[in-house]
């Protein structure tokens, strides 16, 4: 089983669009990381082409929100519920992973006693399969069986949906979610199961194949994602698409990170995996360690801290993607921990592959309103408001 470094993901928010747009809100809490291995670039890339969902506009008589809950920038959360009737669910959605999991009841382990399980005798559509499952993170497993039955997420409804049930979870008696709601390609499922959002692309749920998010900032409401059209009055100015690498994983190729136009990583071109699921921007030792130096963070324990008198001084950090400029104010690479010391976003990947890689998660992705495209492989990105 591939070995998956364990990042309490993303939130959600589900939005469909059959005329219009329906949007379920996110619930922030805190993550931790995916840490994917880097994959060959391409000599050549797709070329930008014009795409209908640029003309899609935003239709408010359909819209579906949901209180958010906004823990310290660091992560957002979403209800769901699976089952007939309904039992709800709080989950993450996540670009790193493809599959859907909750805990069961039939689990005793510490972690799904402290979390909602899945009570599958109260559901009548509820339909077990021989099938077992196993994912291995950075910090703990989880072990189960897969299953089928209703799963809704705001207006959204996938019948027959399958999922998995952990029976079995170790190391993750402290993560703030019961479940995790994968949005990547189905080539990386666990359970080899059919993702929720093909899924109810093949029911024709949703008209696009497209989904957004809208990350808010400091602590605020608002945060949505949206799955079938993009609602433009959460960006600015106009999406800039990039395309992937190879279909099958959000990774694309990132031209240069520069300070005040002089180039610090990347320098001849490097893959970035951008992860709804990650909170910060993650990249290889050494040139973390560089970066904290450039802007004078100093070690203590596991983070990097600098004066939080100085955080407005701090210099911008530019990510340029497909010859566009993507500059990260320090204000925004820069959080506040328990006790309101500032801390660096920029994290060590535990993980050196031979290609340079770098995680683009919340801290960028707050700043840019970000769509990803499966029906044309790529990911697009604008200001955020």
């Not at 690479?333 to 770098?358: A, G, H, M, Q, V």
């Amino acid at each position: 089983m591939q070995e998956r470094s364990m990042k309490w993901l993303v939130v959600l928010g589900l939005v469909a669009f059959s005329e219009c747009i329906v949007k379920i809100p996110l619930r922030r809490v805190k993550t931790m990381r995916k840490a994917l291995g880097g994959k060959n670039m391409l000599n050549n890339f797709l070329k930008e082409h014009a795409y209908r969902l640029s003309q899609i506009s935003f239709r408010g008589s359909n819209l579906t929100t949901h209180p958010l809950r906004n823990i310290r920038d660091l992560v957002y959360l979403a209800n769901i519920t699976i089952g007939t009737p309904p039992q709800e669910f709080q989950v993450f959605l996540d670009t790193g992973s493809s599959d859907l999991w909750v805990p069961s009841d039939f689990c005793t382990s510490p972690a799904c006693s402290k979390h909602v399980r899945f009570r599958h005798l109260q559901s009548s559509t509820f339909r077990l399969t021989n099938k077992t499952f196993s994912i291995t993170y950075g910090s703990g497993r989880i072990k189960g069986v897969v299953a089928h039955d209703t799963v809704r997420i705001g207006d959204l409804v996938s019948t027959d949906q399958p999922f998995s049930l952990s029976m079995a979870e170790y190391g993750l008696e402290h993560i703030p979610f019961d479940g995790i709601l994968g949005l990547n390609y189905p080539n990386v499922s666990s359970s080899g199961a059919i993702p929720i959002f093909d899924k109810l692309k093949n029911q024709g749920a949703i008209s696009e194949p497209v989904f957004a998010f809208y990350l808010s900032k400091d602590e605020q409401e608002g945060s949505v994602v949206m799955f079938g059209g993009v609602d433009h009055r959460y960006y600015k100015g106009k999406l800039n698409w990039v395309p992937l690498i190879q279909a099958g994983n959000w990774i694309i190729h990132m031209d240069s990170i520069s300070i005040e136009r002089k180039v610090i990583a990347c320098s001849g071109g490097c893959v970035a995996f951008v992860d709804i699921g990650t909170a910060f921007i993650e990249g290889p030792k050494l040139l973390v360690d560089n970066m904290q130096k450039l802007i004078r963070a100093k070690p203590w324990r596991s983070k990097h801290y600098v004066s939080c008198s100085a955080v407005n001084t701090l210099p911008s950090i530019t990510f340029t993607i497909n010859g566009i400029n993507y500059p990260v104010p320090g204000r925004a690479y820069i959080l506040k921990d328990s006790r309101r010391r500032c801390y660096s976003t920029f994290k060590e990947i535990p993980l050196s592959p031979t290609t340079e890689f770098w995680m683009l998660g919340d801290v960028f992705l707050r700043l840019y309103f970000s769509v990803f495209d499966r029906g044309n492989d790529r990911i697009g990105l604008a200001r955020a408001v």
